[in-house]
C-alpha cells in the first residue's frame, strides 16, 4: 500500500531528518583515523536520544547498533565495532531516527583523511547520481525514471550500480511502498504524487555489482573486494518540485551531505 502524507505529516517528518541529518554532520567533525565506529555508534545513540528521538535500526530485525557502519568495501548494513579507522579508508554511515511516530532516514559516505582517487571519485559520482535522482522527485514523473538516472550517471563514469538493495517508501513504517531500484528503465512505474515520501539511497561499486553477506548475517560487501559508497535522503514529493526532508533550507542541499 502507498500512504501519501499530509502538510502536517510532512513537517513530523521533516523534524525526524534533521535529527538525521545533525548526526550525520557532528560524524563529520568526529570522523578521522584512529577513531573506532563504536565510539561514533556509542555518540550518536546518545546525541539522538538527548533530541527525543529513537535509534530506528537498533533492534531492527535484531540489529546490534544505531548506526550501520560501511568500511571500504562494505556496501550497506555494516555493524560498528572497536577497530580504529585508518587514514585513506571511506565511511558509509546509515543513521535511522524515530521521532513524534515517524521515521528519518538518511545516509552519506565519509572520507578518513586523504583518500585515493578512485575513492574520491566514487563518492562523488554516488553522490551526483543521488543528486540528479532527486531532480526526478516530481508530480507526475515516473517511479523508475529516479532509479534510470542514477545508473546512467553511474555506469557513464565506470562504475557499477548494486542491486540487491534498493530504497524504499518512508513514513510512520521504516520501510514503506514502493521500492526504488537504483537501475532501470525509464518511464515505468506508478506516477509520483505529492505527499509521497521516497528514501533514495544510491549504492555504488568501484568495481562490479555482486553482494556477498558475512556470517553475521548483516553486513553486506563487495564480492570482487572493491570499494563502495553509499548515499541517502528522504524526499517527499510536493506540487512545487522535490522536498529533501531534515535539511537546513539556509545551507541548501548541496551542503547536507558534505562537498562531493
Ligand atoms: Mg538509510
Ligand atoms: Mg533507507
Known amino acids: 500500500m502507498i500512504v501519501l502524507k499530509t502538510a502536517g505529516e510532512l513537517d513530523l517528518m521533516d523534524e525526524a531528518n534533521s535529527i538525521v541529518h545533525g548526526i550525520l554532520k557532528g560524524l563529520a567533525e568526529r570522523i578521522g583515523p584512529g577513531v573506532t565506529t563504536a565510539e561514533l555508534d556509542r555518540w ?52 535511522g531516527v524515530l521521532y513524534k511516530g515517524y ?34 522527485v516530481r508530480s507526475r514523473g515516473r517511479l523508475s525514471d ?8 553511474v555506469e557513464s563514469n565506470g562504475f557499477s550500480v548494486v542491486r540487491q538493495f534498493v530504497g524504499h517508501g518512508v513514513g510512520t513504517s521504516l520501510h514503506e511502498e514502493p ?26 561499486n568501484a568495481g562490479r555489482n555482486a553482494v556477498q553477506v558475512d556470517s ?16 541517502e535522503y528522504s524526499v517527499a514529493v510536493t506540487p ?7 535539511l537546513d533550507e539556509a545551507a541548501g542541499a548541496q551542503q547536507a551531505l558534505g562537498a562531493a
Not at 72 to 92: A, F, M, R, S, T
Not at 103 to 123: C, H, K, P, Q
Not at 146 to 153: E, M, S
Request: proline share 6%; with cysteine.
Open 44 to 95: 550518536a545513540e546518545a546525541e539522538i536520544r538527548s533530541l527525543g528521538g529513537v535509534p530506528a535500526f537498533l533492534n531492527y530485525k535484531g540489529f546490534p547498533a544505531t548506526l550501520c557502519t560501511a568500511l571500504n568495501d562494505v556496501i550497506v548494513h555494516g555493524i560498528p565495532d572497536d577497530k580504529p579507522l585508518e587514514n585513506g579508508d571511506i565511511l558509509g554511515i546509515d543513521c
Open 146 to 153: 529516479i532509479g534510470h538516472v542514477v545508473q546512467k550517471h
Open 216 to 231: 553475521d548475517g548483516w553486513t553486506a560487501r563487495t564480492k570482487d573486494g572493491t570499494l563502495s559508497a553509499h548515499f
Open 103 to 136: 521515521y528519518g532516514d538518511a545516509a552519506r559516505t565519509y572520507a578518513v583523511g586523504e583518500v585515493s582517487d578512485v575513492a574520491d571519485r566514487l563518492m562523488r559520482v554516488t553522490r551526483e547520481a543521488l543528486d540528479l535522482a532527486v531532480e526526478r
Open 179 to 204: 521500492q526504488v531500484p537504483n537501475f532501470g528503465r525509464p518511464g515505468k512505474g506508478m506516477r509520483l504524487k505529492p505527499g509521497l515520501v521516497l528514501a533514495i539511497e544510491p549504492m555504488v
Open 240 to 246: 512545487s518540485g522535490p522536498r529533501v526532508l531534515g
